[in-house]
């Protein structure tokens, strides 16, 4: 089970930044001593995120038009950013 929630979490930092075009230097390990991700230069990385989740029909959120709530457009994404939110959960 944590095997799965570290691959979903690696998954959703890798998504996230391709969105917020950061510099981002490759997750190499997980340290299993303090739980924590581990970067090529040995840094610890640490991730706050939110979720963005359509559970009802139409499945997928409106990229046109900005609907508080139910969209994800680029004024979503830089609040996002504004609030230092760096990982995004699908």
């Keep these: ?49 939110t979720n963005m989740v359509k559970k009802k029909f139409p499945w997928h959120a409106d990229i046109d038009n900005f609907v508080a709530g139910y969209s994800v457009v680029d004024r979503d994404i830089q609040h996002l950013k504004d609030l230092n939110i760096n990982v995004i959960r699908l």
């Design 1 to 49: 089970m944590k095997l799965l929630s570290i691959s979903a979490a690696v998954g959703a930092f890798l998504l996230s930044a391709s969105i917020a075009h950061a510099e981002i230097s490759k997750i190499v390990r997980v340290d299993q001593a303090s739980q924590q991700f581990i970067d090529a230069q040995g840094r610890s990385r640490h991730f706050h995120g």
